[in-house]
Every structure is written in structure tokens, then in C-alpha cells.
């Protein structure tokens, strides 16, 4: 236990064993789990706000409708995770393994209706993450992100928005990017080897220093 500056005691989870623990519906707002084992622990609807989670394991953890605004996430590992409609406004997310995780699922609301619980990234800082083995299509808003040296090797990134974001070295390869929305993204080294990029929006974006991109030819005029 520690103490805030009022003189209470807070919490602390530092390197923490919480492995396969039912932790929903909890508020842990500003507490430490720096470290800690998490891996397979519900925590479906629980609050992270500005907590210290560098390095934890989050493996297999499920996490829909968490809350982690402006957390240090930095070297966790997220593998198998269950991240739908978590929200990482703010966080901290370098280097973080997201392997194999689900960031959306389709649901049905009080009405009846056929909607879309989502993962939210506003503003995070996400250099150097891996997504290996998951999906994000149109569902994932990454615009406006630090993805500098971010892994997409062979993912599914159909209608993806891209817009003004650090894409700097960031790894493409054999990545499906048809459709997808890079307006202004800074591209600098980024690898589009045997990348698919076909009708992808690139008003803005210098190709130029970039490892591999291929433009669609012009489509030609059909006599009528």
C-alpha cells in the first residue's frame, strides 16, 4: 500500500498475481498493476484510468467496455485479448502485443438492432504496437495515431482510417490495405512490400521515401 496526498492509503498492484481472477465491475482508477499477471482475468467493465499497467500480462484477458483513459500500457502484453468497446483514450501503448485479439464484435442492442462494440484509440500513443493475426477493418478508427515502427504484416485493413497518421517504418507486408483511408499519413520508410492497396485513398501522401508501394495505374477512358 502506498499513499495519495491526502494521507489514504491507496492500492498497489505492482507485479501483482491476479491470473484468471473475476475483477469486473471494479474501479482501480490511478492504482499500479505495473508488471502484474492479469492473463485470462475478466475484466469486463472495470475502470484503468491513469493507472501504471507497463508490462503486464493481459494475455487471453477479457476486457470489453473497459476503461483505460490516459493509462501507461507501455510493453503490456494484450495476445488473445478480448479488447471490444475498451477505450484507450490517451493511453500509452508502445510497444504493445496485441496478437491474435479481437477489437470489435457485433451485437444487438435494447432495440433489437445489429451494432457494433468497437475498441477506441483517440489519441493514444501506439508506436511500435503489433497486430499480428487480428482483424480491424472498417470497424478500427487508428487516425491521427503515433504508429511509427507498428507490425500490420498480413492483416485484413479494408477501409481503415489512416488519416494524419505516423506511419513512419511502419510494416505493411502482404498487408490488405484496399480501400483504406491515408490521407496525410506520414509514410516515411514504411514497407508496402506485396502490400494490396488498391482504390486506397493517398490524397496528400508522399510516396516517395517509402519501401515498395505500388500505385494503381489510371483507369482509361471507356469509349462510349
Not at 166 to 188: Q, T
Request: with cysteine; aromatic share 12%.
Amino acid at each position: 500500500m502506498s499513499e495519495n496526498e491526502g494521507g489514504n492509503a491507496v492500492a498497489d498492484f505492482t507485479n501483482g498475481f491476479f491470473q484468471g481472477q473475476d475483477l469486473s465491475n471494479s474501479d482501480f482508477t490511478g492504482i499500479s498493476f505495473k508488471g502484474a499477471d492479469l492473463r485470462g482475468a475478466d475484466l469486463r467493465n472495470s475502470i484503468f484510468n491513469e493507472c501504471n499497467l507497463e508490462g503486464a500480462k493481459l494475455n487471453k484477458s477479457d476486457m470489453r467496455d473497459c476503461k483505460f483513459i490516459n493509462a501507461n500500457l507501455t510493453h503490456a502484453n494484450m495476445q488473445r485479448a478480448n479488447l471490444s468497446g475498451a477505450d484507450f483514450t490517451g493511453a500509452e501503448m508502445q510497444k504493445v502485443d496485441f496478437t491474435s485479439s479481437i477489437f470489435f464484435e457485433y451485437e444487438l442492442n435494447f432495440n433489437g438492432v445489429r451494432v457494433c462494440n468497437r475498441a477506441i484509440f483517440t489519441g493514444a500513443n501506439m508506436e511500435g504496437v503489433k497486430f499480428h493475426d487480428s482483424a480491424l477493418i472498417d470497424e478500427i478508427s487508428l487516425r491521427e495515431l503515433n504508429l511509427k515502427n507498428a507490425d500490420f504484416a498480413d492483416m485484413d485493413l479494408r477501409w481503415v482510417d489512416f488519416e494524419k497518421s505516423n506511419l513512419e517504418s511502419a510494416n505493411f507486408y502482404r498487408a490488405n490495405l484496399m480501400d483504406a483511408k491515408l490521407e496525410g499519413a506520414n509514410v516515411k520508410n514504411a514497407d508496402f512490400t506485396q502490400a494490396k492497396t488498391e482504390f486506397a485513398s493517398v490524397f496528400g501522401v508522399d510516396f516517395s521515401n517509402s519501401i515498395n508501394y505500388t500505385p494503381m495505374p489510371p483507369i482509361a477512358d471507356v469509349d462510349e
